[in-house]
Structures are given as C-alpha cells and as structure tokens.
C-alpha cells in the first residue's frame, strides 16, 4: 500500500526499553518528549523547510530530553564520561555530516549539520570536531551538561557485572550489550526530498575510544532519493551490515518494498549474526516501517493530520498512515 502523505516525519528514541525500566513518570515523560520532536520537526515541515531542517530541529529536542541516550542523559563510558556520537543524511543531495567522541558539543547533529553544509569533510572525530565547532559558533557546554544520575547508575551496574564476570572468568563482553535510547528522525519534505538523522552516547562501559554506527554513514544513518534509514542497537553488528545502505539497496536495487527490506535486515540478518535492535524506515512514497527485536523501541510519525503518534512497548498501538480514521 503506497501512501504519498507530504511532509511526514518519523522518529525513534531508541531500541532496547523494556517493561520495568520507566517508571510511570518516566514514561510519560518519554512519550511526551517524543511528542514534542514530531511537532517541532513537523512546523519546519509545514512551514516548506527542507527535510534537513525537521530532522535536525527533531533531534535536537530529543537530544535535550534527558530520557534519552543522546546529548543530556547521554550513558557513561568506562571511565565515567560521556562521548556523543551523531550524522546527518541528505537524500537529495547525497552529501552528509558526521562527528564522534564528542565531549563539549550540546547537540552533536548540529555539528553534523554544519560538517555536511559548511566543511568539505564528510566525518569528524574528538578534538577537531569540537574546534570546528568552536569555528562555527555551535553552542559548547561544559562535560557535566551532560551528566544525569540515572546513567552513572547505569554504569555502575555494569561495572560490577562486568568485575563479577571477570572473578568467575566469564568472557567480557565490551562494549557490553547495553545500548538503550539512542535517537533518529527521518523527513520527507514538501519537495518529496528525504533526509536521515542519528544521535548517540553509543553504549554504556564503551572504551578506547569506541564508536557504534550512528555516526557512521551508511550503517545507522543513510538517505537517498527514494529511502532513508536511522537504526538503533548493537552498533557493532549494524556496522558489519552497512545496515541502514543495506535496506535502501534492497529497495533500490532488488524493488524489495521498504518494510520488507527493513525487516529482513533489521529481524533477521542482524539478529542471525548475533546482534539485535530495531530502525525506522521511510520511502520517498510515505511509506514507513518500525522493525524491532527488543521487547520496546521509542517510536513515533506525524503526517498532514499534524497529530503525533507515538509507541514505546511492541504491544502498543501504532497505526500507520493508511490505517488512521
Ligand atoms: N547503536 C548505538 C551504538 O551502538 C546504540 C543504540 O542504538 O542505543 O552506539
């Protein structure tokens, strides 16, 4: 069922949430952060800005958000400090912007925005990614900002999981599978042009300088013409993927239709290979897919009815653009 609903805008907050691990408060309050990423990406949307614009004014509310594993709330590294990840797409035009291992830089997709648009790098890491922040004005805050209790809490439990498996020789795995609350948006704008976002902390107890594939084009962050992909999960097992390029090349090359494609990459190539997660996928016909193997993903569209849809657990509701009244 091809659905061409202009503009659309379609989020994720992440693959691995569980039942348990909100408490109701917090849960709310997730909901409503996704609520108010839709609705702001979705202005630029409706105001004729380009799909680049909704998804960075998207992210950049949910990098905000401390419910979420990017910019403020992002996890800890082993040593106890918080290094963001992030990239950016654009469809139309292929061009894309990345930063990684960032320590200062408040909305890491700002960055990768103004990598794409102002630099003649595609990536940028640490240190020069953050005095070419510094160059183009983009807000830094001190380390701190980024700091909430519940993330150090986090760390702390895998830390001793991680001394517990080591007294009793277990194999370590590092980073370790605890990867929760990376954020994504994908955009079709008025136009009918695509655009691909991904924001990260990575994952909790990552070290030597550890970079999932949220920033990496290609495996959590891809656009083209006619597909765009933002995934989130083991990072490592997307990257040996290329699994966002995988599932637009499906399509593109194969005429595979894009929830199957996603499907197939996302439920069982990844999983098959011994990772697991989720993604959202969006055609340059409206079409849209949420595929994901964890027990909840933040998710969330908004279309021309300009009312947020949003789903945290896999038994929640989420009706899609040809399904609501
Ligand atoms: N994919 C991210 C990473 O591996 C983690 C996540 O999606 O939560 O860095």
Redesign the pocket.
């Known amino acids: 069922m091809a659905v061409l609903d202009l503009p659309t805008l379609v989020i994720h907050g992440?693959?691995?949430v569980a039942h348990g691990d909100l408490t109701p408060e917090e849960e709310t309050q997730a909901r409503r952060a996704l609520e108010q990423a839709l609705r702001t990406g979705y202005a630029k949307l409706q105001g004729g800005g380009s799909s680049v614009e909704a998804v960075t004014a998207a992210i950049t509310v949910l990098e905000d958000a401390p419910q979420f594993?990017a910019g403020r709330g992002a996890v800890f590294t082993h040593d106890g400090r918080n290094e963001l990840?992030a990239a950016l797409m654009d469809g139309a035009s292929g061009k894309a912007g990345a930063a990684a291992g960032l320590h200062r830089v408040k909305n890491p997709i700002l960055l990768a925005r103004a990598i794409m648009e102002r630099s003649r790098h595609v990536m940028m890491i640490g240190d020069g990614a953050e005095q070419f922040a510094r160059e183009q004005g983009i807000t830094l805050v001190d380390p701190a900002y980024f700091r909430t209790e519940k993330r150090w809490q986090q760390l702390q439990k895998a830390l001793r999981e991680e001394r517990a498996a080591q007294a009793s020789n277990q194999p370590l795995v590092l980073p370790g599978k605890a990867?929760?609350?990376?954020v994504g948006a994908l955009a079709l704008d008025v136009r009918g042009n695509l655009a691909a976002g991904t924001s990260?902390?990575?994952?909790t107890n990552?070290r030597y300088g550890r970079?999932?594939?949220?920033p990496i084009i290609g495996a959590?962050t891809w656009a083209e013409a006619g597909c765009a992909v933002s995934?989130?999960?083991?990072?490592?097992f997307?990257i040996r993927a290329a699994a966002a390029h995988e599932i637009c090349a499906r399509v593109r090359l194969a005429g595979e239709p894009l929830p199957k494609a996603a499907d197939e990459v996302i439920n069982h190539i990844i999983p098959k290979a011994g990772g697991d997660?989720g993604a959202i996928a969006l055609g340059a016909d409206g079409v849209m897919a949420f595929p994901f193997n964890t027990p909840g993903m933040y998710r969330g569209w908004i279309g021309p009815d300009g009312v947020p849809h949003v789903a945290i657990y896999r038994e929640d509701p989420l009706p899609l653009p040809g399904q609501t009244p």
Not at 179 to 182: D, H, M
Not at 200 to 203: E, H, I, S, Y
Not at 231 to 236: L, R
């Open positions: 992440g693959a691995g594993n990840d990867y929760f609350g990376t990260t902390g990575g994952m990552k970079v999932g594939d949220a959590g995934g989130t999960g083991w990072g490592e997307y997660g």
